[in-house]
């Protein structure tokens, strides 16, 4: 019925070279894992299937030479996520490989071979790397173990019907007789590639639901994994930037006689809009930023402040949107019954990852090197080209592990000035974002404000009206997709929201914040709509008198996943025990990312309107498990970073300059604050969902509501504001 979680090492493969393979093969590609060396290298030309050399190619992306290795080309990245494990057990599944043969080898930028199903571009988000490579992989592994066995079955002069595999062997069941991967590579490469392979039943997997120990762990451990910030090549010297603190700000004038006599400083780097100090090392280099004298030209938003945002964003939500959906009789449903309305509202948000901005370039007169960690490596190949002025072909981009991305390595802005002050350097250079510059450069979570009107009638909603304010990144970001004025984004979860009412209509209003850049953080539109619902569900199961987890259960139809995963937190969170006083429980559900999920977070508050967790409790059904020990770590590592967000979380404006600058005023959840979590996995048979991203949008409804039953305070805007719960005062 479900998973528990387990904490363990494994042997990870040896280290491989970073020759990019492979130029014909699936449209659709695949995710497997890779590994780097300790120090960068130029990755080779990208080579056609080739089975000369001993390989067998049966497509883009596998390669087994005659040792029986197999070797997987990687389309998408790992961020923490643990899909460079889970990718490879589908392979290493429907091949009937051994996965300790499984090498990884990272894709070279190519939208046309490497792209991900859902958006056309290499790209990883979106919490559907498994969910969206799930059945290509499957389809082409199953393809190349039937031209394996099509090999041996020609070998021995058999029908390959009579032959079986297992564990990178091919067996003729009848004599006993085996044929090693390895040993049949050549053969196999002159096989003709089958079409419309069966795929295995789901109850004769191997590797797809055992929670297998990750294969990235030993390195990360141990010192050898690679991110982009560890990158050492040749010759290569250092360098940190300043950027003008107003957005839309340009430099002035700049007194650099100080910074040039700082020892290990090299160069002063002046651009339009940002400052660089080259050095021998990153100290030499910040200590040489610090020493400049800057005098900024801070532009028109210099009076911008956070007031002013909101009043922009209020203003918009008054206006009528472009209709997202609309079901039933909306007039009808908001007359019939008692009618209740609130607002809710969300801040900016920075990403704050633990490794800040870098990239590490090498513009030469005709050809341009990079070595990072970005989520969209095919993109920054292209725009670096255009800052360096380079071809495409001419920029080529090494692509490495990502100390944390959360939607923040989803744009190539940090790359592209990287290749600026590049252009201006004689040889390699590490250019890294302090701390303080990256928060306070981010592109920012959207600040969102949602209306919503509903009525009640007979303890259920008949009428539903919704109304989502803000940014649409989409629009931005993926154009194309941005059409008739809604961004699928920024209504994700609100026009596939569980509950069955029949009258409902959900608008759009794009509301871009006067100069803040928004961007994708870790769910977005989700994070928005589902914490406005699931608040709103709780407030309108108080009016109608009803326990929140049965008000939700009558609401939701046939929706028997949804229901599913209800019923079993509310069993496992203890639901409907006594509880001391200030003490409450919130549940939260949600069918985001192609997963069910429901959330119960018990929490304190104390006289002085502090909170205190508990305990977080989550059931998922995110159909088949391919580890349900991945999914476990992501939905706890997801409550964590929400419930921080919940708790701490925003980004302010005053005078055109974000005021937060570090952890010590961007607060992080410290360990000892860290409620007991609690993760049950529903086993399931249908097609795997998204996990990356349901804890980070569970959490802060759940917290709301849990401080809403102990309390009595309902809270519509976050981060959490404790002097409002110590007053005892409605939002």
């Not at 592994?141 to 990178?168: D, N, P």
Request: hydrophobic share 40%.
């Amino acid at each position: 019925m479900m998973s528990t979680r387990k904490i363990a090492a494994t042997k990870c493969n040896d280290e491989l070279s970073r020759r990019a393979l492979l130029t014909g093969g699936l449209a659709a590609g695949f995710v497997l894992a890779f590994h780097l060396p300790l120090r960068a290298a130029v990755n080779e030309p990208v080579q056609p299937p080739d089975a000369t050399d001993g390989k067998f190619a049966p497509n883009a992306f596998i390669r087994i030479d005659e040792t029986g290795r197999v070797t997987l080309v990687m389309p998408q990245v790992e961020m923490g996520q643990g899909v460079y494990t889970s990718i490879p057990m589908i392979l290493a599944e429907e091949l009937d490989a051994d996965i300790a043969q499984v090498a990884l080898l990272h894709a070279p930028p190519n939208d046309k071979l490497y792209g991900n199903p859902t958006f056309g571009l290499q790209v990883t988000g979106n919490s559907n790397s498994i969910r969206a490579f799930w059945k290509p992989l499957r389809s082409a592994g199953a393809s190349a173990r039937a031209m394996l066995v099509q090999a041996a079955a020609r070998q021995w002069q058999v029908e390959a019907s009579s032959c079986t595999t297992s564990k990178s062997e091919v067996t003729h069941t009848a004599s006993g007789r085996k044929l090693s991967y390895g040993a049949l590579a050549i053969a196999a490469s002159s096989e003709t590639s089958p079409k419309d392979v069966p795929l295995k039943d789901p109850k004769d997997f191997v590797y797809i639901g055992q929670p297998l120990k990750r294969l990235d762990t030993p390195d990360k451990t141990n010192g050898k994994a690679v991110y982009g910030i560890d990158v050492i090549v040749p010759d290569m010297k250092f360098a940190t930037v300043a950027a003008c603190p107003v957005f839309g700000g340009k430099v002035g004038k700049v007194d650099d006689s100080a910074a040039k006599k700082i020892p290990g400083v090299r160069k002063i780097v002046v651009l339009d809009d940002m400052v660089a100090v080259i050095g021998d090392h990153m100290w030499a280099a910040k200590k040489g930023l610090e020493a400049l004298k800057i005098d900024w030209d801070e532009g028109p938003n210099a009076k911008l402040t956070s007031k002013d945002i909101w009043q922009h964003l209020r203003a918009a939500s008054e206006k009528d949107g472009a209709v997202a959906k609309s079901v039933g009789d909306i007039a009808k449903g908001l007359s019939s019954g008692e009618k209740f309305e609130a607002a809710y509202e969300l801040p900016f948000l920075a990403h704050a990852a633990m490794e800040p901005l870098n990239a590490t370039v090498h513009v030469k007169p005709d050809a341009c090197e990079i070595w990072t960690g970005t989520q969209i490596v095919s993109r920054v190949q292209s725009e670096a080209a255009k800052a360096a002025g380079l071809p495409v072909e001419k920029v080529i981009v090494n692509n490495h592990l990502l100390g944390g991305g959360f939607g923040r390595k989803l744009e190539p802005d940090m790359v592209v000035a990287a290749v600026r002050v590049a252009k201006q350097v004689d040889g390699p250079v590490k250019v890294v974002w302090t701390r303080e510059e990256d928060i306070q450069h981010d592109v920012y979570r959207p600040v969102y404000r949602d209306t919503i009107a509903a009525t009640l009638s007979d303890g259920k909603i008949v009428g539903w009206k919704y109304r989502i304010t803000g940014s649409g990144v989409i629009a931005r970001w993926l154009p194309p997709a941005f059409q008739k004025g809604i961004d699928i984004d920024a209504v994700d979860s609100a026009v596939d929201m569980p509950y069955d009412i029949p009258n409902i209509h959900v608008e759009y209003v794009r509301a871009e914040p006067p100069a803040v850049p928004t961007g994708f953080w870790r769910g977005v539109g989700p994070n928005n709509n589902v914490f406005a619902i699931e608040c709103f569900m709780d407030e309108l199961a108080r009016k109608a008198g009803k326990d929140p987890i049965a008000f939700r259960l009558a609401m939701l139809g046939k929706n028997p996943r949804m229901q599913a995963v209800l019923n079993l937190v509310a069993e496992k969170s203890n639901w409907g025990q006594s509880l001391p006083a200030r003490v409450g429980r919130g549940v939260c559900v949600q069918p985001s990312f192609g997963s069910f999920i429901a959330t119960v977070v018990e929490a304190e508050v104390d006289e002085h309107g502090e909170v205190h967790l508990r305990r977080a409790t989550s059931a998922v059904d995110t159909g088949i498990a391919v580890n349900p020990d991945t999914i476990i770590a992501q939905l706890e590592g997801g409550l964590i970073f929400s419930l921080t967000a919940a708790l701490y979380g925003e980004i302010t404006i005053d005078r055109g300059r974000v005021q937060q600058s570090n952890f010590h005023d961007y607060r992080m959840l410290r360990i000892d604050q860290a409620p007991k979590i609690e993760i049950h996995v529903i086993k399931s048979g249908e097609p795997p969902g998204g996990i990356g991203e349901t804890g980070s949008t569970a959490g802060p409804p759940a917290l709301r509501n849990a401080i809403y039953a102990a309390t009595g305070v309902a809270l519509r805007r976050l981060p959490i504001d404790r002097a409002l719960i110590a007053a005892g005062k409605k939002a």
